[in-house]
């Protein structure tokens, strides 16, 4: 019989108190999947310390690693297909994860390694390993990344079901006049938010603060910064948790990059900045602490030259796209500037707070694959000692000779194919795999719908 997985005796004693003590009859056991999604099972508290740390362990099918938004298992997977019989994995909980979800009720969750059924080893593919293993990188080469994601969404007052029913047309959002920082604004909703940064913190996931944006209905909460896997477990679970609360108000959230070509997109700018394994920040310049030191300028220029081949990890879906637009505060150009917003990548702060602010992700990131991106590119810059050059100075929107982002996803896609850094970085059975899941996408798009556009546009008229 397999041996039960190795978990430390005080971190399962303290699990076990904590069940107890908040009287947790339920536990959601949960694996990132390769959009983001929170999968896996309700397990009871007494199954879960029988069985779920216990030498059976907990199984879930390798097919959630092939399949669209829909489900379906699509095709030119090596990992699993109808050939294997879409074999299972184990799930195993990383105890560190464990929180009580208290807008839930009696319910605690964990986040779970995806390891292979028949062995030790982690699935490669799934996005929590992805990271793990560019975290082990850096942590090779003497260095930690600490990140935030600075993520933005939309309110509806629609409730889900008749959102859907509806197809997501002519829904009523939160806001009905533009109120970025308004206080009046979010004063009127605050009743939901704070319950938002309330829960948050009880799980946490610790939240600096909360605002709303420009767009009808947008809001926007900031996370304070982590470690890289601690930050994408959060995001991971603020943005279900944020849905599920949504649900409970009888309300929508999207985390859609674009939801309407008249509003402005959400975003979700990724700060990063590099540290030393004895917890020394290597970003600032010891002579000047607004100045980038040798390494931070490394790891920017890792940043700017790789981004057109990794931008399919910071933009992975058709909607990306539509954020990028002159003027629209998503940026156009893959420069990077002091505290120039028109930038693709922008530094702020000094000291240990200087930091490099990625701000072509949208809110539909993947934070695992965006954050393991992040390191892939600066792991890179940072090993080759090359320089970032100066800053930009100006309106980055308007400049023709800059480097242009991706526009579409097939550009996207074309780039993140032929990228041999990627490739290196992420093992080519990694690789593979995400190009052929980026493929799947595309081709459902051009070839397997209709849009409403094209409808509006050539039903009658052409």
Known sequence: MREAPDVDGDQRAAVE?????DGIETVL??????WGRLMGKRVTTESFLKTGLGPEGLHASLYLFVVDMDMDPRPGYELSNWRTGFQDFRMVPDLAT?????????????????????????????????????????????LAFKMATELEFYLYRDPPAQAWARRYLDLEPLTYYRADYHILASTRSDGFIEGIRRHMN????EVEFSKSEWGLGQQEINLRYADALEIADRHALYKNGVKEMAHQNNW??????????????SSCHIHASVWGADGTAKMPDPAASHDLSRTGRSFLAGLLEHTPGLMWLFAPNVNSYKRFQSESFAPTAVTWGRDNRTCGYRVVGEGDSLRVENRMPGADVNPYLSCAATLIAGLDGIARGIDCGAPYDGNAYTDRELSAVPTTLRDGLELFSRSATAAAALGGAVHEHLVNFARQELEAFQHECVTDWERIRYFERI
């Open 202 to 205: 009880a799980a946490g996931i």
């Open 29 to 34: 056991c949960v694996v990132p999947d390769l």
């Open 252 to 265: 929508s959230a999207t985390f859609m990059a674009k939801p309407s070509i008249s509003e402005i997109g």
């Open 98 to 142: 464990f929180r009580i979800a208290s807008w839930l009720d009696s319910t605690a969750i964990v986040i779970c390694d995806a390891h292979e059924e028949d062995g030790d080893g982690l699935v490669e593919v799934a996005p929590r390993s992805i990271l793990r293993r560019q975290v082990e990188r850096a942590a090779a080469a003497g």
């Open 17 to 21: 108190k904590r069940l107890r003590d």
